[in-house]
């Protein structure tokens, strides 16, 4: 055994160890808050036969796990809702949201899908991302701006989940779109990625909570 170059009491050197391991799970248990950046909310791949989901932060070239992460729409991401129909499904018009948007803007989180998976390994190249559940204060939409973001809608809380919040997404997909939640507060929202192999094989389908820390 080699001698320490610094002696410690037995007491002391336990105390040490107790401090480090406290301050490493502290560590280990704070999330990573994003607010800002290129980020792919839900980043997927397969690997061996299985999803794996994560979030990819493009502007630091980092990927996370969905658990480790908070996704934050900052105070300035307040957008009222026009007067137009195609945006009743987010509220009245005049009333505030808080909104990602579908383009870059350096104050607000840019939030995105994205996939790498080779093609010809799925069936059809594509798989489905799915809208499980929203647990929050109000409830959350995301859709694409065109001649009616109603009818651009990749998923939306607010009219109930069912069926029609599921879209099919290119295996090697990169898409962007606006992210909205109609009361400030802390959002889990899951999601599932399910799909098949070219050989007609069920890929076990993934489903992934993620939190969102609006305008706090």
């Known amino acids: ?51 794996h989901v994560h979030v990819h932060d493009e502007e630091n070239g980092v990927e996370y796990e969905p658990a480790d992460v908070v996704l934050a729409a900052l105070p300035g991401s307040a957008y009222t809702v026009p007067s137009d129909t195609c945006y009743s499904f987010l509220g009245e018009a005049g009333d505030t949201v808080y909104r990602l948007p579908q383009t870059q803007n350096p104050d607000l989180l840019w939030a995105g899908f994205s996939a790498h998976i080779d093609a ?15 647990t929050g204060p109000g409830d959350v939409s995301v859709y694409q701006d065109g001649l009616c973001a109603a009818d651009s809608r990749f998923f939306d809380s607010g009219d109930g989940i069912d069926g029609a919040d599921a879209t099919e997404l290119d295996a090697h997909s990169h ?6 939640f109609t009361e400030p507060g802390s959002y889990t929202v899951s999601f599932t990625v399910s799909g098949t192999l070219a050989d007609g094989t069920a890929v076990p389908s993934v489903t992934e909570d993620y939190t969102f820390s609006v305008a706090e």
């Open 1 to 51: 055994m080699h001698a320490p170059r610094r002696s410690l009491t037995i007491a002391g050197g336990i105390a040490a160890a107790l401090s480090c391991a406290s301050l490493a799970t502290a560590s280990a248990a704070a999330p990573t808050v994003i607010s800002t950046g290129h980020v792919d909310v839900v980043g997927v791949e397969l690997e061996d036969g299985a999803f």
């Open 175 to 180: 898409v962007h779109a606006n992210w909205a």
């Open 120 to 134: 010809g390994v799925l069936q059809n190249d594509t798989f489905t991302l799915s809208l499980e559940s929203v």
